[in-house]
């Protein structure tokens, strides 16, 4: 979610450690761009510069206010999870006595506690961050031991949560110490210089040698060497690799495109959405609640705005909130909404959900609802955006930094929030136990490894969408959460390959889509469970329906659903998961099927034609 470089050189100070910072900075840039900052260990001691907003102005006031030559510098894009957006909270936050600078990628979820300890001890604090509650443990350990390596060690085993750290000190001038959890970090082997990054884009250009680090490690670079241990202090040898892809992709992590990198972030970006979502009593908390408790147990509908592939995830949820809180779900696109005089009032929660927050239709309709007495919850990737601030509750879905024009990660990220809103009201309103909702989590958990089974064997998928490249018109047919699920499969191919494709709820095929069957068309048919036999036996009829009439039926359908074999040309697998939660990897092999094929037809799949990334005017 936030880009990290760290760096370290030769003992005579000089530029390069900015320079080296600031070029791993601007690839990584696509990893935050809410903040930058930079840190260095010069000859005077630490100095260092933060701006809130793009890299850009970091280097502007770089440019008016040079730092001086330095030997070692660490350097970070940000992106909001705890703090706004702020130059306060910009990294790299550094110890009360100025001799410590340390960044941080992840969420530290025990960080109140750990503030409230410091601050019982009179350190104070200059942001609303977790990452400063790591910047002054470290800092207190170090002058404990006066060994930064061990110091960071102590510190990783008190934090809980997903973190990658990096250290610098004053008294250290040629070292850089690093931990990771849950987070990535790698390490560039150079000549007489080291580097760190959370991903090797940040230092590609000046070393192909990388050295994988594992979970739970901390290390130590000097210009001439790379020393790793575990949390308990035992050595660890990494694994080492050479990159094999150059500087011009190694700001899409080695993929050919966003979209591609973005897809295979998905398992990342559904357990990122999960983290930290209970509390000590196991209960389920959100991001930002500026609602009353009692206001959301009288809720007796809900109205979900959104436009584009997040209506899609709110069709989703309406299922699972429906079936798990008993209250009615209707799902309005944004931009018809405030148009239409939909009946709303005090009792009424409308859910708001966008990835950047500014969508300008969906803010329309946040305000429309807001002026008639309704409560909005927001469901948003961009910390602090409009959308965020103007609402009265926010659950953010940690994806991450999406690029690429059409929505995947952040489908995944919005439908997986979508459940956990859907579990906190049946928590609040009774309708489940702890247990219960402790086994919906244990479910939810269960399905990043289950996307990457997908992702691990897409090969098949990619042959087929190339096979297809001149296909002119696809239909996709879906039931129950297949539904919602079709539609954004054809969304993704008309906004990727330019061609016709439509989804369709399967029912309605006889009452009309049937007629658009002809010889040789190409019909994706999202196949519920055999374990609800009511919803597959009637899908498993609509696949005999349209081959019957010529069409070739692709067909996604669970491991061990050997019922649709007779009747489809193709079948791509999934793994089995609950009925709710089965859109989670039902829509992975649509959007590398989509991806591949508009790739074949040698087309822009990041920027497609006509769109953007966020749709800031009605």
Same mark, same amino acid.
């Given at each position: 979610?936030?880009?990290?470089?760290?760096?370290?050189?030769?003992?005579?100070?000089?530029?390069?450690?900015?320079?080296?910072?600031?070029?791993?900075?601007?690839?990584?840039?696509?990893?935050?761009?809410?903040?930058?900052?930079?840190?260095?260990?010069? @000859?005077?001691?630490?100095?260092?510069?933060?701006?809130?907003?793009?890299?850009?102005?970091?280097?502007?006031?770089?440019?008016?206010?040079?730092?001086?030559?330095?030997?070692?510098?660490?350097?970070?894009?940000?992106? $909001?999870?705890?703090?706004?957006? %702020?130059?306060?909270?910009?990294?790299?936050?550094? +110890?009360?006595?100025?001799?410590?600078?340390?960044?941080?990628?992840?969420?530290? @979820?025990?960080?109140?506690?750990?503030?409230?300890?410091?601050?019982?001890?009179?350190?104070?604090?200059? +942001?609303? %961050?977790?990452?400063?509650?790591?910047?002054?443990?470290?800092?207190?350990?170090?002058?404990?031991?006066?060994?930064? &390596? *061990?110091?960071?060690?102590?510190?990783? %085993?008190?934090?809980?949560?997903?973190?990658?750290?990096?250290?610098?000190?004053?008294?250290?001038?040629?070292?850089?110490?690093?931990?990771?959890?849950?987070?990535?970090?790698?390490?560039?082997?150079?000549? #007489?210089?080291?580097?760190?990054?959370? !991903?090797?884009?940040?230092?590609?250009?000046? %070393?192909?040698?990388?050295?994988?680090?594992?979970?739970?490690?901390?290390?130590?670079?000097?210009?001439?060497?790379?020393?790793?241990? !575990?949390?308990?202090?035992?050595?660890?040898?990494?694994?080492?690799?050479?990159?094999?892809?150059?500087?011009?992709?190694?700001?899409?992590?080695?993929?050919?495109?966003?979209?591609?990198?973005?897809?295979?972030?998905?398992?990342?970006?559904?357990?990122? =959405?999960?983290?930290?979502?209970?509390?000590d009593r196991g209960f389920l908390q959100l991001d930002e609640l500026r609602i009353e408790e009692s206001v959301l147990r009288s809720? !007796?509908?809900?109205?979900?705005?959104?436009?584009? =592939?997040?209506?899609?995830?709110?069709?989703?949820?309406? /299922?699972?909130?429906?079936?798990?809180?008993?209250?009615?779900?209707?799902? *309005?696109?944004?931009?018809?909404?405030?148009?239409?005089?939909?009946?709303?009032? @005090?009792?009424?929660?409308?859910?708001?959900?966008?990835?950047? #927050?500014?969508?300008?239709?969906?803010?329309?309709?946040?305000?429309?609802?807001?002026?008639?007495?309704?409560?909005?919850?927001?469901?948003?990737?961009?910390?602090?955006?409009?959308?965020?601030?103007?609402? !009265?509750?926010?659950?953010?879905?940690?994806?991450?930094?999406?690029?690429?024009? $059409?929505?995947?990660?952040?489908?995944?990220?919005?439908i997986t929030a979508c459940y956990l809103l859907g579990l906190y009201l049946a928590q609040l309103r009774g309708n489940k136990y702890?247990?219960?909702?402790?086994?919906?989590?244990?479910?939810?958990?269960?399905?990043?490894?289950?996307?990457?089974?997908?992702?691990?064997?897409?090969?098949?998928?990619?042959?087929?969408?190339?096979?297809?490249?001149? =296909?002119?018109?696809?239909?996709?047919?879906?039931?129950?959460?297949? /539904?919602?699920?079709?539609?954004?499969?054809?969304?993704?191919?008309?906004?990727?390959? /330019?061609?016709? $494709? @439509?989804?369709?709820?399967?029912?309605?095929?006889?009452?009309?889509?049937?007629?658009?069957?002809?010889?040789?068309?190409?019909?994706?048919?999202?196949?519920?469970?055999?374990?609800?036999?009511?919803?597959?036996?009637?899908?498993?009829?609509?696949?005999?329906?349209?081959?019957?009439?010529?069409?070739?039926?692709?067909?996604? $359908? *669970?491991?061990?659903?050997?019922?649709?074999?007779?009747?489809?040309?193709?079948?791509?697998?999934?793994?089995?998961?609950? =009925?709710?939660?089965?859109?989670?990897?039902?829509?992975?092999?649509?959007?590398?099927?989509?991806?591949?094929?508009?790739?074949?037809?040698?087309?822009?799949?990041?920027?497609?034609?006509?769109?953007?990334?966020?749709? &800031?005017? *009605?």
């Open positions: 979610m936030c880009g990290i470089v760290g760096y370290v050189g030769p003992a005579e100070p000089s530029t390069r450690p900015l320079d080296v910072v600031l070029e791993g900075l601007a690839r990584l840039e696509y990893r935050g761009y809410d903040s930058a900052g930079v840190a260095l260990v010069t @000859e005077g001691g630490l100095a260092w510069a933060k701006r809130s907003g793009k890299l850009t102005n970091l280097t502007t006031a770089l440019a008016e206010h040079p730092l001086p030559p330095a030997t070692a510098g660490i350097g970070h894009t940000r992106w $909001a999870t705890h703090g706004g957006p %702020t130059d306060a909270n910009a990294h790299p936050h550094v +110890s009360a006595d100025g001799k410590l600078a340390l960044i941080h990628n992840g969420i530290i @979820e025990n960080f109140r506690e750990l503030r409230q300890e410091l601050e019982a001890d009179g350190v104070p604090f200059a +942001s609303e %961050t977790d990452t400063e509650v790591a910047a002054h443990l470290v800092a207190r350990a170090f002058d404990q031991t006066g060994d930064l &390596t *061990e110091a960071m060690r102590q510190v990783a %085993t008190r934090l809980d949560g997903a973190f990658t750290l990096l250290a610098v000190h004053a008294s250290l001038p040629q070292t850089v110490v690093g931990a990771r959890r849950n987070s990535p970090l790698v390490v560039g082997r150079g000549d #007489g210089e080291n580097f760190m990054g959370s !991903d090797v884009s940040a230092f590609i250009s000046h %070393t192909r040698h990388a050295l994988e680090l594992g979970q739970d490690q901390i290390v130590t670079i000097t210009p001439d060497s790379i020393e790793v241990i !575990d949390t308990e202090g035992n050595t660890v040898t990494p694994r080492e690799y050479d990159v094999d892809w150059d500087a011009s992709t190694a700001v899409k992590g080695g993929f050919a495109t966003f979209m591609d990198k973005e897809i295979h972030d998905q398992p990342k970006a559904v357990a990122d =959405t999960l983290l930290g979502r209970t509390d809720v !007796d509908k809900i109205i979900v705005v959104a436009c584009g =592939t997040a209506a899609y995830a709110g069709h989703v949820a309406k /299922y699972a909130i429906e079936h798990w809180c008993r209250i009615p779900v209707e799902v *309005e696109l944004a931009h018809e909404f405030r148009y239409r005089d939909a009946v709303v009032s @005090e009792k009424t929660l409308v859910v708001a959900i966008t990835q950047s #927050g500014e969508t300008m239709d969906t803010l329309q309709a946040v305000r429309h609802a807001r002026e008639q007495g309704s409560k909005v919850l927001a469901i948003v990737n961009t910390y602090g955006s409009t959308i965020a601030r103007e609402s !009265d509750a926010v659950l953010y879905t940690h994806a991450g930094p999406e690029v690429a024009v $059409a929505s995947t990660k952040a489908f995944l990220a919005q702890v247990d219960e909702i402790a086994g919906y989590l244990d479910e939810l958990g269960a399905i990043p490894e289950k996307v990457q089974r997908i992702l691990d064997n897409a090969d098949h998928i990619r042959e087929v969408a190339r096979e297809m490249q001149d =296909t002119t018109s696809v239909l996709f047919l879906g039931r129950h959460v297949g /539904y919602p699920v079709a539609m954004e499969g054809a969304l993704k191919l008309k906004e990727l390959a /330019y061609i016709h $494709a @439509e989804g369709f709820a399967a029912g309605e095929l006889k009452h009309g889509p049937i007629a658009l069957i002809a010889e040789g068309q190409p019909v994706f048919i999202v196949t519920p469970t055999p374990r609800r036999p009511e919803l597959h036996q009637k899908v498993v009829s609509n696949i005999q329906e349209v081959r019957a009439r010529g069409a070739r039926t692709l067909v996604i $359908a *669970e491991e061990g659903d050997h019922d649709v074999e007779p009747y489809a040309d193709i079948i791509f697998r999934i793994p089995q998961a609950p =009925t709710l939660m089965l859109p989670l990897l039902m829509v992975v092999p649509l959007q590398i099927f989509a991806c591949e094929l508009a790739s074949a037809k040698g087309l822009d799949v990041d920027q497609p034609r006509n769109l953007a990334k966020s749709v &800031t005017v *009605e």
